[in-house]
């Protein structure tokens, strides 16, 4: 069965807006910007037809999920651990101790989506996240991105050739 994911970052929040990488643990509020970038990417999911959204726990990745997906429907958010803000230290590996929790963490990530492929018979499948993790998600279907700016989406399809990137909407 052909299945549609779309990968999408939460909207800025006020940390975001001064610079502040803030990591794990820190649950952050969309700022009025934030808002708009996910009412923006509410018009990209017009017609797309998502019946689910996997989501971090953190507020700004539900709170950005509920207004451009779930916000007068009764589409289910579904929050997993697996896809909280992760620390990943893409620019800086040389440490050995970094190195194994970037792959941790990646394979972490990596799991849950296949978790989700395995488990979950939708077609359409949404997941809010954060930047790294859509990062590691992107990267887990074989796409290779670097940043990853606010409420930006990468659309995927996975059939039975494997995962076939399709586009990617920036508010």
Known sequence: MKKHFYFFRHGQTNENEVG???G???DAYLTDL???QAQKLSDFFKGKGVEVVYSS???RAIDTAKIAITKDT????????ALKEAIFWFYDVEDEEKKK?????????????????KTDNHENIAIASHGGVTRALCWACGYKVDGIQNAQCFHF??????WKYIE???P
């Open 168 to 170: 990617t909407f920036i």
């Open 157 to 162: 399809v996975l059939d039975e050739n494997g």
């Open 20 to 22: 502040i990488r803030y």
């Open 24 to 26: 794990t643990g820190i």
């Open 57 to 59: 726990p953190y507020r």
């Open 34 to 36: 934030g808002i708009a």
């Open 74 to 81: 009764d589409i289910k958010i579904i929050t997993d651990d």
């Open 101 to 117: 929790q970037i792959n941790d963490n990646f394979n972490l990530i990596k799991n849950c989506l296949e978790q989700i492929v």
